[in-house]
C-alpha cells in the first residue's frame, strides 16, 4: 500500500468538525419523545392493574399488602422492561399514574438493582363533573 494514496482524505479530515460526541464527558441531549425508565406516581394510583394486565414484558408486578388499609406493592422489573410505554398509555388516570422518565443510563452491577419498588395506598378517583343539562327546547308541542 502507498501511503500517499491516504495523504488526501487525511488532510481533508484534519480540518473537519468530529463525528462522534465526547460521551460520556459531553452529555447527549434527549429526544423529546424518548422513552426512558417507567415509574409511578402513587398518589394518583387507583389499582386498576391495567399497567400489569398490558405490559408485554410483564415487568410489572402489583400485589395487596394489607387488603383492610388498601395498601398495595407494586414492582417495576427494569430489567425485563422493553420500554414500550404501553403501561402509560394503559393508566386510565388523568393525569398519569404511571410515567416515563428520560434516564437511559440505569446500567448496574446486578439486576436486582435496576428493581423499583413502591408499597402506597389506594387513591380514591374522583369523579368527573357532570355535563350541564342541555336547555329546554322553546319550541312549542304540536
Known amino acids: 500500500m502507498r501511503i500517499a494514496a491516504f495523504l488526501p ?7 473537519k468538525k468530529p463525528a462522534t460526541v465526547d460521551y460520556p ?3 447527549l441531549e434527549v429526544p423529546k419523545d424518548f422513552r426512558g425508565t ?4 402513587p398518589e394518583l394510583c ?4 391495567a399497567c400489569e394486565r398490558d405490559c408485554p414484558a410483564e415487568a410489572i408486578e402489583i400485589a395487596a399488602v394489607n387488603e383492610a388499609e388498601k395498601r398495595f406493592r407494586m414492582v417495576i422489573h427494569n430489567d425485563r422492561c422493553i420500554h414500550c410505554a404501553q403501561c402509560v398509555d394503559s393508566c386510565p388516570t388523568t393525569p398519569k399514574a404511571m410515567q416515563i ?3 437511559f443510563e440505569i446500567a448496574a452491577d ?6 423499583k419498588d413502591w408499597v402506597y395506598v ?6 368527573k363533573p357532570a355535563a350541564p ?9 304540536v
Open 101 to 103: 422518565d428520560s434516564l
Open 133 to 141: 343539562a342541555a336547555p329546554a327546547s322553546a319550541e312549542p308541542k
Open 122 to 127: 389506594r387513591a380514591v378517583m374522583k369523579p
Open 46 to 49: 387507583i389499582v386498576c392493574r
Open 38 to 41: 417507567p415509574y409511578l406516581r
Open 110 to 115: 446486578d439486576r436486582h438493582k435496576l428493581k
Open 25 to 27: 464527558f459531553k452529555k
Open 9 to 15: 482524505e487525511l488532510l481533508r479530515h484534519l480540518f
